[in-house]
């Protein structure tokens, strides 16, 4: 992996002349945010630093297993922080505090932005960006040998976490050679690898299963060859699911074969969000959710539109 050694130092030399670090996870916190937050969190605590790790919303129940998981907020004051790290967000409003604490975009202090998203402008004043890294934890491992940290285990299992959800667990096509020798060697630190499987994994609620079921069940193939699925906002109520409860579920969606991509849309508070996924790799459905605003990979991406689903219902009339 080619990082940018000189952004790593500087980011190195801005941790250490810091005592006051906050650490930013992306709303809708996922594996790879979460565990990206707490490597880093469980290594500067044991700098002596003092640091928060921050998320809009709260975190879901399957990562209680991390350490220091209960340490994370969803309320802070900026500018009781000299610096800030900002880990797996593809861009500034992914933390979703860029209206309620606009000052921590204004670059009046350090920022340091270390994520994989190509849609990551660089919106901090130290970036580091690896866009063929297949999890942001990832790129903190290599920061990590860069700047001769050491990686206990909470901090192994941390990154493995990150790893493990961006790969789909080594099922996604950005698993490489690179990766699995990251893998072997976190687990050689120790990483908890059982707990991750058993947590993240092989874990899955009532109302999950249910809210799947009726994924599962709106699944049909539109005369241009995409796999469509829609969800509306009675599904959530009425399963009791939450909208992070999706997690996974469109890689089912994505599994019909001869397909060109998948299209999940699930409406929300008065916004429809489009999940897009495609096995091909003649497809960037990164391009098409652009259209709609939005961003992403290659393989994985997403957008989000307001309005709300309407059910349209087609007649025609065959020979008989
Ligand atoms: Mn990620």
């Given at each position: 992996m080619d990082l940018n050694r000189n952004e790593v130092i500087k980011a190195g030399k801005a941790i250490n002349s810091a005592e006051k670090i906050l650490l930013i996870s992306h709303k809708s916190p996922d594996g790879d945010t979460i565990g990206s937050n707490l490597a880093l969190y469980d290594y500067l605590l044991s700098l002596g630093k003092e640091v928060t790790p921050v998320c809009t919303d709260l975190?879901?129940?399957?990562?209680?297993?991390?350490?220091?998981?209960?340490?994370?907020?969803?309320?802070?004051?900026?500018?009781?922080?000299?610096?800030?790290?900002?880990?797996?967000?593809?861009?500034?409003?992914?933390?979703?505090?860029?209206?309620?604490?606009?000052?921590l975009f204004d670059k009046s202090r350090p920022v340091i932005n270390i994520d994989h998203h190509p849609s990551n402008d660089g919106f901090g004043t130290i970036n580091i960006i690896q866009t063929n890294a297949c999890s942001t934890t990832r790129i903190i491992y290599e920061m990590f040998k860069i700047l001769k940290w050491s990686i206990n285990r909470n901090i192994?299992?941390?990154?493995?976490?990150?790893?493990?959800?961006?790969?789909?667990?080594?099922?996604?096509?950005?698993?490489?050679?690179?990766?699995?020798?990251?893998?072997?060697?976190?687990?050689?630190?120790?990483?908890?690898?059982?707990?991750?499987?058993?947590?993240?994994?092989?874990?899955?609620?009532?109302?999950?299963?249910?809210?799947?079921?009726?994924?599962?069940?709106?699944?049909?193939?539109?005369?241009?060859?995409?796999?469509?699925?829609?969800?509306?906002?009675?599904?959530?109520?009425?399963?009791?699911?939450?909208?992070?409860?999706?997690?996974?579920?469109?890689?089912?969606?994505?599994?019909?074969?001869?397909?060109?991509?998948?299209?999940?849309?699930?409406?929300?508070?008065?916004?429809?969000?489009?999940?897009?996924?495609?096995?091909?790799?003649?497809?960037?459905?990164?391009?098409?959710?652009?259209?709609?605003?939005?961003?992403?990979h290659k393989k994985a991406a997403g957008f989000t539109v307001p309005g709300r689903l309407e059910k349209e219902i087609r007649w025609r009339v065959v020979e008989g």
């Amino acid at each position: 992996m080619d990082l940018n050694r000189n952004e790593v130092i500087k980011a190195g030399k801005a941790i250490n002349s810091a005592e006051k670090i906050l650490l930013i996870s992306h709303k809708s916190p996922d594996g790879d945010t979460i565990g990206s937050n707490l490597a880093l969190y469980d290594y500067l605590l044991s700098l002596g630093k003092e640091v928060t790790p921050v998320c809009t919303d709260l975190i879901p129940e399957p990562f209680y297993f991390l350490e220091h998981v209960k340490a994370y907020q969803n309320e802070f004051t900026s500018n009781d922080y000299e610096l800030v790290i900002i880990v797996d967000c593809g861009a500034h409003y992914m933390t979703n505090f860029h209206e309620t604490q606009p000052e921590l975009f204004d670059k009046s202090r350090p920022v340091i932005n270390i994520d994989h998203h190509p849609s990551n402008d660089g919106f901090g004043t130290i970036n580091i960006i690896q866009t063929n890294a297949c999890s942001t934890t990832r790129i903190i491992y290599e920061m990590f040998k860069i700047l001769k940290w050491s990686i206990n285990r909470n901090i192994a299992t941390a990154l493995l976490t990150g790893i493990f959800t961006d790969t789909g667990s080594f099922m996604h096509s950005n698993t490489k050679s690179s990766t699995l020798r990251t893998a072997g060697d976190l687990l050689s630190k120790g990483a908890d690898l059982r707990s991750i499987r058993k947590y993240l994994f092989k874990t899955t609620p009532l109302s999950t299963l249910q809210l799947w079921g009726r994924v599962l069940k709106n699944i049909h193939i539109n005369e241009n060859g995409v796999t469509m699925t829609v969800l509306n906002q009675n599904d959530f109520e009425e399963t009791k699911a939450d909208y992070s409860e999706l997690t996974g579920v469109i890689d089912y969606v994505n599994s019909v074969p001869n397909s060109d991509f998948s299209v999940m849309l699930t409406e929300r508070d008065g916004t429809v969000k489009g999940s897009l996924r495609t096995l091909k790799n003649d497809i960037d459905v990164a391009e098409i959710a652009n259209e709609f605003g939005g961003g992403g990979h290659k393989k994985a991406a997403g957008f989000t539109v307001p309005g709300r689903l309407e059910k349209e219902i087609r007649w025609r009339v065959v020979e008989g």
